[in-house]
C-alpha cells in the first residue's frame, strides 16, 4: 500500500520568507509526526497530532513554526520569516495509536533557506 | 525520563563479519523498543521491534536485535554484513505513559567496507 507522502521532496527559499511543507500519512493511520533532522544528525521532535485531540506541540522550536492537519488526515507545517538555521530536512511520520505500533515515515522535504 | 543512548557515533565493519551496533535505554517500566535505518535522502525504515517476549527479536533484511533487561540494553546485530547495510541507524524508544512520544538515539552510522 501507500506509504507516507511528503511534498515537495526538495524547497530552496530565501530568507525571511514562508514555507509550507505537506504531509501525506497512510490511510488509516490516526497519529501524525512531524521531526526535523539537520544534516547528518538526530531528530528533533517538533509536533505530534492524534485524532481530534489538541496537538502536542511542546517540540516547535519557535512561534514561527505552526502545523496543522486538517480532517484527521494530510497535515501542513508552515515555517514562517524563514531564517538560515531552519534548513534541515523535515520528516513526517505516521502510526496507529493504541498498539506499540511503529512510526512509518515519509522521505522527507529537504529545505534550504539561502 | 524514557531515552535511549547510542554510544558510538560511527561502526565500521568489513563485508562478511559480524556486526553489531549499540543502544541502552532508560526507561520507566518495560520498553517498548525500536530499531530504525536510514539511507541517504530517505526517510527511516522500519527494521524490528521488541514488545514483550523472546529476548532475540528478529527483523528486515537480516537484522536481530537482543533485549538485555539487566543491562538495559537493545543492540541491533547481523551475523554477516554487507556493503548494502551501510546506513545511519537509529534507535528509539516509546514512553508508555506518554504513548505518542518516541525517544530516538543521536544514530549511529555503520560502515560495511568490501
Known amino acids: 500500500g501507500a506509504g507516507v507522502s511528503q511534498s515537495p521532496s526538495n524547497k530552496v527559499t530565501e530568507k525571511g520568507k514562508d514555507v509550507e511543507l505537506r504531509c501525506d500519512p497512510i490511510?488509516?493511520?490516526?497519529?501524525l509526526y512531524w521531526y526535523r533532522q539537520s544534516l547528518g544528525q538526530g531528530l528533533e521532535f517538533l509536533i505530534y497530532?492524534?485524532?481530534?485531540?489538541?496537538?502536542?506541540k511542546s517540540g516547535l522550536p519557535s512561534d514561527r513554526f505552526s502545523a496543522e492537519r486538517t480532517g484527521g488526515s494530510v497535515s501542513t507545517l508552515t515555517i514562517q520569516r524563514t531564517q538560515q538555521e531552519d534548513s534541515a530536512v523535515y520528516l513526517c511520520?505516521?502510526?496507529?495509536?493504541?498498539?506499540?505500533?511503529?512510526?512509518?515515515f515519509g522521505n522527507g522535504t529537504r529545505l534550504t533557506v539561502t | 525520563a524514557q531515552s535511549v543512548a547510542q554510544p558510538e557515533d560511527q561502526v565500521n565493519v568489513a563485508e562478511g563479519n559480524p556486526l553489531t551496533v549499540k543502544c541502552t535505554y532508560s526507561?520507566?517500566?518495560?520498553?517498548?523498543l525500536f530499531w530504525y535505518v536510514q539511507y541517504p535522502n530517505r526517510g527511516l525504515q522500519f527494521l524490528l521491534k521488541?514488545?514483550?517476549?523472546?529476548?532475540l527479536v528478529k527483523g528486515s533484511y537480516g537484522f536481530e536485535a537482543e533485549f538485555n533487561k539487566s543491562q538495559t540494553s537493545f543492540h541491533l546485530k547481523k551475523p554477516s554484513a554487507l556493503v548494502s547495510d551501510s546506513a545511519l541507524y537509529f534507535c528509539?524508544?516509546?514512553?508508555?505513559?506518554?504513548?505518542?512520544?518516541?525517544?530516538f538515539g543521536s544514530g549511529t552510522k555503520l560502515n560495511v567496507k568490501p
Open positions: 511520520a505516521s502510526s496507529d495509536q493504541g498498539t506499540p505500533s511503529p512510526l512509518h
Open positions: 490511510s488509516g493511520h490516526t497519529a
Open positions: 497530532f492524534q485524532g481530534n485531540s489538541a496537538p502536542d
Open positions: 526507561v520507566s517500566g518495560n520498553p517498548y
Open positions: 521488541y514488545i514483550t517476549g523472546d529476548n
Open positions: 528509539a524508544v516509546r514512553d508508555l505513559y506518554n504513548f505518542n512520544k518516541f525517544y
